[in-house]
């Protein structure tokens, strides 16, 4: 009875420890989630709206904060934020296993060695060049722009800016003008970033990749969980052309989007958005105001365009010239070449991008003042072929004012990466990095007859990353990869489906004998449906079965 009672006592008391311990992990995990939380820019704009909010006239007793962002839509957004954070804490936390009769020495040394340390905080927009390498190769990128411009304003004997009574009329030769900078400058400068005082040991399959910076690549496998809903499994828009699927996706997106809840139409949106909602749904999703105020000041500048001659318009003006020589894209050139023209002149991009391609060069200000203005205002100069991201988000509306609020947003969020030197795994760093890691695991017999051909891979695929295909594959093809980019909320989908081509090209590519032959066959993407490379490429071994 003795015995019963004391191992009855033993029971509960063990029980109390474990629920203690459980408690002590939970508490530990929200304050780790916290922490994360408050590193995220999602946080502190939503902190930002709520201040500038409760201090207007009209709130003279309390404010109800839950129902402030529950209107302006920043609790939606924080709900997906929180989601977010905590799979992806979950999934990097996990429970020691049990030991019996650890001492408190041991015991001690066994946890620090069983609980990994949590990650360090998510870095802010301006805060992503972590590694003093990548830091240093973004300042020199910026110093080659800044010195771009300063040649070129000093070549043409003319100011940065000026007055378009002043100007001289175009002279129609695209051949006398001059872009700052070229993406192929870029990719150069790409090649060269390496993390130099990196010690580890070396593991897993050596990289031939062009891209020399250690940085850490998601697996296949990991590229399967994350992008699931591109399963064969699930009807895709776009790909199976049923008329009872269509109407049905448009009757759950138009019914998602009265509700205005972005989690569930970002989900919606993993399948592929029918052209009838994709402009709405793109601008629920991106947080596009498109009100009075922003049509306002869109036609502020849109006047100040027409005004004003900044030194870089005429490269701007040609770049649109040759994205319009595109049949997907000509009928829409007026409207391209006003959004490319007020995108360089528009100071909202240099606080909203979530990295800055550059850093923007400062110009005093006349009349004796001590202050500083940057140019161009949207702190980016744009490189050749920038127009061809402007181009497909023509196809979504025929006012001006929204392509350019959509096509600015998109910009801010995702497009900005593909000019930064930086570390973060959305950079165009990472993204190369990405489909070099997953050509050579995939198709390693391909990858390296390509280098033996000095045709590297990279090469090839790098300004279809960088122009996020547009200019490439046809219109809706590069519609439908844009609606993944949003609806993941991720860039690697680039970086997959530049993969895809190579390996679905692999038989062609691997019969030939020099890098002009590679590019032939490399040449024409016109034939390429995105969804079903991508499906072919991610689940191939469940299409076999």
Same mark, same amino acid.
């Given at each position: 009875?003795?015995?019963? $009672?004391?191992?009855?006592?033993?029971?509960?008391?063990?029980? /109390?420890? /474990?629920?203690?311990?459980?408690?002590?992990?939970?508490?530990?995990?929200?304050?780790?989630?916290?922490?994360?939380?408050?590193?995220?820019?999602?946080?502190? /704009?939503?902190?930002?709206?709520?201040?500038?909010?409760?201090?207007? &006239?009209?709130?003279?007793?309390?404010?109800?904060?839950?129902?402030?962002?529950?209107?302006?839509?920043?609790?939606?957004?924080?709900?997906?934020?929180?989601?977010?954070?905590?799979?992806?804490?979950?999934?990097?936390?996990?429970?020691?296993?049990?030991?019996?009769? +650890?001492?408190?020495?041991?015991?001690?040394?066994?946890?620090?060695?069983?609980?990994? @340390?949590?990650?360090?905080?998510?870095?802010?927009? %301006?805060?992503?060049?972590?590694?003093?390498?990548?830091?240093?190769?973004?300042?020199?990128?910026?110093?080659? $722009?800044?010195?771009? $411009? +300063?040649?070129?304003?000093?070549?043409? %004997?003319?100011?940065?800016?000026?007055?378009?009574?002043?100007?001289?009329?175009?002279?129609?030769?695209?051949?006398?003008?001059?872009?700052?900078?070229?993406?192929?400058?870029?990719?150069?400068?790409?090649?060269?970033?390496?993390?130099?005082?990196?010690?580890?040991?070396?593991?897993?399959?050596?990289?031939?990749?062009?891209?020399?910076?250690?940085?850490?690549? &998601?697996?296949?496998?990991?590229?399967?969980?994350?992008?699931?809903?591109?399963?064969?499994?699930?009807?895709?828009?776009?790909?199976?052309?049923?008329?009872?699927?269509?109407?049905?996706?448009?009757?759950?997106?138009?019914?998602?989007?009265?509700?205005?809840?972005?989690?569930?139409?970002?989900?919606?949106?993993?399948?592929?958005?029918?052209?009838?909602?994709?402009?709405?749904?793109?601008?629920?999703?991106?947080?596009?105001?498109?009100?009075?105020?922003?049509?306002?000041?869109?036609?502020?500048?849109?006047?100040?365009?027409?005004?004003?001659?900044?030194?870089?318009?005429?490269?701007?003006?040609?770049?649109?010239?040759?994205?319009?020589?595109?049949?997907?894209?000509?009928?829409?050139?007026?409207? $391209?070449?006003?959004?490319?023209?007020?995108?360089?002149?528009?100071?909202?991009?240099?606080?909203? @991008?979530?990295?800055?391609?550059?850093?923007?060069?400062?110009?005093?200000?006349?009349?004796?003042?001590?202050?500083?203005?940057?140019?161009?205002?949207?702190?980016?100069?744009?490189?050749?072929?920038?127009?061809?991201?402007?181009?497909?988000?023509?196809?979504?509306?025929?006012?001006?004012?929204?392509?350019?609020?959509?096509?600015?947003?998109?910009?801010?969020?995702?497009? @900005?990466?593909?000019? @930064?030197?930086?570390?973060?795994?959305?950079?165009?760093?990472?993204?190369?990095?990405?489909?070099?890691?997953?050509?050579?695991?995939?198709?390693?017999?391909?990858?390296?007859?390509?280098?033996?051909?000095?045709?590297?891979?990279?090469?090839?695929?790098?300004?279809?990353?960088?122009?996020?295909?547009?200019?490439?594959?046809?219109?809706?093809?590069?519609?439908?990869?844009?609606?993944?980019?949003?609806?993941?909320?991720?860039?690697?989908?680039?970086?997959?489906?530049?993969?895809?081509?190579?390996?679905?090209?692999? &038989?062609?590519?691997?019969?030939?004998?020099?890098?002009?032959?590679?590019?032939?066959?490399?040449?024409?993407?016109?034939?390429?449906?995105?969804?079903?490379?991508?499906?072919?490429?991610?689940?191939?071994?469940?299409?076999?079965?």
């Amino acid at each position: 009875k003795a015995s019963g $009672i004391n191992a009855k006592y033993m029971g509960e008391s063990g029980r /109390q420890r /474990q629920d203690v311990v459980l408690t002590s992990d939970m508490n530990e995990k929200a304050r780790m989630l916290w922490s994360l939380i408050q590193s995220c820019p999602e946080y502190w /704009q939503a902190r930002k709206q709520v201040k500038e909010e409760i201090v207007k &006239p009209k709130y003279t007793t309390g404010v109800d904060v839950q129902h402030l962002l529950e209107e302006s839509g920043e609790a939606a957004k924080l709900r997906e934020l929180i989601w977010k954070l905590y799979q992806e804490t979950a999934s990097n936390v996990s429970d020691p296993p049990v030991k019996d009769h +650890v001492s408190t020495e041991q015991e001690s040394s066994y946890s620090r060695q069983s609980f990994p @340390c949590p990650p360090p905080p998510l870095p802010l927009a %301006s805060q992503c060049n972590e590694l003093d390498s990548v830091s240093t190769s973004y300042h020199a990128w910026s110093e080659n $722009i800044k010195a771009g $411009i +300063v040649a070129l304003a000093r070549d043409s %004997s003319r100011p940065l800016v000026r007055l378009k009574s002043a100007s001289s009329k175009d002279s129609g030769d695209g051949s006398k003008v001059r872009f700052v900078a070229d993406s192929q400058d870029l990719f150069t400068m790409l090649q060269k970033v390496d993390n130099k005082n990196y010690s580890g040991e070396s593991r897993g399959l050596i990289s031939w990749g062009l891209i020399r910076l250690h940085l850490y690549t &998601p697996p296949l496998a990991a590229l399967r969980k994350q992008y699931m809903e591109l399963k064969p499994d699930y009807r895709q828009v776009g790909v199976d052309k049923v008329a009872w699927f269509n109407a049905e996706r448009i009757q759950i997106g138009t019914r998602a989007l009265n509700r205005m809840m972005i989690p569930h139409l970002q989900q919606f949106a993993k399948r592929g958005l029918p052209p009838s909602i994709r402009r709405d749904t793109w601008t629920a999703v991106l947080g596009v105001s498109m009100n009075a105020a922003a049509r306002s000041q869109f036609q502020q500048l849109s006047a100040d365009v027409a005004t004003t001659d900044f030194i870089i318009d005429d490269a701007v003006k040609l770049d649109v010239e040759t994205a319009c020589n595109n049949d997907n894209y000509f009928v829409f050139e007026d409207v $391209i070449r006003l959004v490319a023209l007020v995108f360089v002149r528009d100071s909202w991009l240099d606080s909203h @991008c979530a990295s800055k391609p550059q850093e923007a060069l400062l110009l005093p200000v006349v009349n004796g003042s001590t202050q500083t203005r940057q140019f161009p205002p949207c702190g980016f100069v744009p490189l050749k072929n920038f127009a061809f991201l402007i181009a497909p988000v023509a196809f979504l509306s025929e006012q001006p004012h929204e392509v350019y609020l959509l096509f600015r947003s998109l910009f801010a969020k995702y497009f @900005c990466r593909l000019f @930064c030197v930086s570390s973060h795994p959305q950079s165009i760093i990472g993204l190369c990095k990405l489909f070099e890691s997953l050509l050579q695991t995939q198709e390693p017999e391909l990858f390296y007859h390509m280098i033996r051909l000095d045709a590297h891979p990279l090469k090839f695929a790098y300004p279809w990353i960088t122009q996020a295909f547009a200019g490439y594959v046809e219109a809706e093809q590069v519609l439908q990869l844009w609606d993944r980019i949003i609806a993941f909320d991720s860039l690697s989908v680039l970086s997959i489906l530049a993969a895809a081509i190579m390996s679905f090209r692999a &038989p062609s590519l691997l019969q030939v004998s020099s890098v002009a032959e590679v590019s032939e066959v490399l040449e024409d993407l016109t034939f390429v449906e995105v969804i079903p490379l991508l499906q072919n490429f991610l689940f191939a071994e469940q299409l076999m079965t």
